[in-house]
């Protein structure tokens, strides 16, 4: 089986999710890295919002950090040692895309930390079809950047890998995984994670591979699903003053 990965060029995961996207480098079943090109200068000013205002300082400085790294060109550097390919696109609906899944015979595509909406082409364009790497346990933790509410909240965090539809978090689950929370660093949690999804995510590729694409999914449905959007100044003081550092 060959799969194809897609992420982010800047995340606000500390090492900008280096611990994920190049431990996959490694895996004999991924054929090439798509990094999206989404860098640009409004991630700044967000950055030095959190930073200046206190609201999240470090997560201000690790985005500004992030912003002025190398760590695009680290990880095509990396792929190509493992003689594999890296293309930089502006829109993963792009033609592009599209072209590379023909030319690669890509049979699955896994999304990583992309705030992208596959449209049915790009869907339907593989054997396998796409999975994405969701940031909370579903079918419960929904929306934008579950891991933080669920630090807020006190609920247990952790991923999801599910398949992917035209719909946001939507399509059977493959995977519900429970990382453990440091529960003092909202960063460090993020690092754990990283390391956990390129474990499990190497796992559920062998499965695919082994299966066929035959395997035991988990509805995607819950009655008292938590959707969430991105936090406010006044969430992340909250977290602050429960004694977690952001």
Not at 59 to 77: M, V
Not at 147 to 173: C, N, P, Q, V
Not at 174 to 186: P, Q
Request: charged residues 25%.
């Amino acid at each position: 089986m060959r799969a194809l990965l897609v992420t982010s060029e800047l995340t606000f995961v500390p090492e900008n999710y280096d611990r994920f996207i190049l431990k996959m480098a490694e895996n004999s079943h991924i054929v090439g890295l798509i990094v999206l090109k989404n860098k640009d200068l409004s991630f700044l000013a967000v950055a030095s919002y959190l930073f200046l205002t206190g609201a999240a300082p470090l997560l201000g400085k690790q985005l500004i950090k992030n912003f002025f790294s190398s760590s695009s060109r680290k990880k095509a550097d990396i792929y190509q040692n493992f003689g594999k390919k890296t293309w930089f696109l502006d829109s993963i609906n792009s033609p592009e895309t599209l072209k590379i899944i023909a030319e690669e015979k890509v049979d699955l595509v896994v999304n990583a930390r992309t705030r992208s909406i596959f449209k049915k082409a790009l869907l339907s364009a593989t054997k396998f079809g796409c999975i994405n790497i969701h940031h909370g346990l579903l079918p419960k933790q929904r929306g934008l950047m579950c891991d933080f509410w669920a630090h807020l909240d006190g609920e247990e965090f952790g991923f999801s890998i599910h398949r992917m539809t035209s719909k946001i978090d939507d399509g059977d689950i493959l995977k519900v995984v429970k990382v453990r929370s440091s529960r003092t660093s909202y960063l460090e949690s993020l690092l754990l994670s990283s390391e956990k999804e390129a474990e499990v995510c190497a796992e559920l590729l062998r499965e695919i591979d082994q299966k066929q694409n035959n395997l035991g999914t988990i509805k995607n449905f819950a009655e008292h699903a938590k959707y969430r959007k991105n936090p406010e100044r006044t969430d992340f003081l909250n977290l602050q003053k429960k004694g977690i550092k952001v």
